[in-house]
């Protein structure tokens, strides 16, 4: 996964874990989890647990995001949305 910075550099996200399940940082690693949680939640009609996992998940992202200066992620490969 890249990274623009706040000072728009381009940088590779490198991995910051010894997980042997994902590339890239765990925090990311963390976000796709918690997505997949939300989306569960989601086709079990909970709307309330979608709601607290996702304003978690958010502001998780949100905090990583603005400690490492990145303003935008850059997908790359498989894991691209359309």
Request: proline share 4%; hydrophobic share 40%; glycine share 4%.
């Amino acid at each position: 996964m890249r990274a623009r910075l706040t000072n728009g550099e381009v940088v590779t996200l490198e991995k910051d874990c010894t997980c042997t399940a994902h590339e890239g940082p765990h925090w990311l690693h963390m976000d796709q989890m918690e997505r997949a949680e939300a989306s569960r939640a989601i086709k079990a009609q909970d709307l309330f647990e979608l709601i607290f996992i996702d304003q978690a998940r958010l502001q998780a992202k949100a905090w990583h995001m603005n400690r490492q200066g990145i303003v935008e992620l850059i997908p790359e490969g498989p894991e691209v949305r359309q």
